[in-house]
């Protein structure tokens, strides 16, 4: 079958350095999307891999390790508006986009 | 660009009712668009790909003649959840992306938190 994991929960400083990692094992891949969502609002895109590598976009990084099937989005100088759930999405071999149940990132002062 | 609208926003609807929810495009056209339900403290769950003229393809365990879903344009997808009861109620999320067949980021619209009494 197919599966993502990642952490229910985290929880990190304001200010501070997070990383939220997601595992998957899928049939084919196509790339992998980061998205946030804050509560009761619609998820917004933030990121996509699909080669081996760094992408940094600002605070935040994703990488990518397809033979590992890992990846991880990395948050520099947490603010509190970071807090939100992060939601980690694999494009399987028919496109299709397989969900990670999310990770609720509580951000502290 | 990109824009996804969804409405309403929000609805309270009486067990047994239906609802209608609309998700647009607005600056795109799309010939597929994915309807998405998300109960609290728990991840999107796909219910439905909606084609543009053909019918809706349908996720093991959704029910497609309680969740009616019509795309009559390359714009305008509708869900429309029939005689509801307490248990649909939930957040639904409409997204859409302007390329199909490839990898693109998928658009989502505002959602929908339907609660019913």
């Known amino acids: 079958g197919q599966n993502i994991d990642q952490p229910t929960e985290m929880t990190a400083t304001e200010g501070a350095i997070v990383q939220i990692n997601c595992t998957y094992q899928t049939s084919g891949f196509n790339g992998l999307f980061w998205y946030q969502q804050h509560a009761g609002e619609a998820p917004t895109f933030l990121s996509y891999n699909v080669l081996d590598g760094l992408e940094e976009k600002g605070r935040f990084s994703s990488f990518l390790s397809r033979s590992k099937g890992y990846s991880y989005l990395l948050l520099k100088e947490l603010q509190m508006k970071d807090s939100a759930s992060y939601l980690c999405a694999v494009s399987d071999s028919n496109y299709q986009l397989i969900w990670g149940a999310g990770t609720k990132l509580i951000i502290k002062p | 660009g990109a824009v996804v609208s969804q409405h309403p926003s929000w609805v309270i609807c009486k067990s047994g009712t239906s609802v209608k929810i609309e998700c647009r495009s607005l600056?795109?056209?799309?010939?597929?668009m994915f309807w998405y339900r998300q109960f609290p403290k728990q991840s999107l769950m796909l219910m439905a790909t909606s084609n543009e003229g053909s019918k809706a393809t349908y996720e093991q365990g959704v029910e497609k003649d309680k969740f009616l879903i019509n795309h009559a344009s390359l714009t305008l997808s509708t869900l429309t959840v029939t005689s509801a009861h307490p248990e649909d109620s939930s957040f639904y999320i409409c997204?859409?992306?302007?390329?199909?067949?490839?990898?693109?980021?998928?658009?989502f619209g505002n959602g929908t938190r339907l609660t019913v009494t």
């Open positions: 997204s859409a992306s302007p390329v199909t067949g490839d990898v693109s980021p998928l658009h």
């Open positions: 600056d795109f056209q799309a010939t597929t």
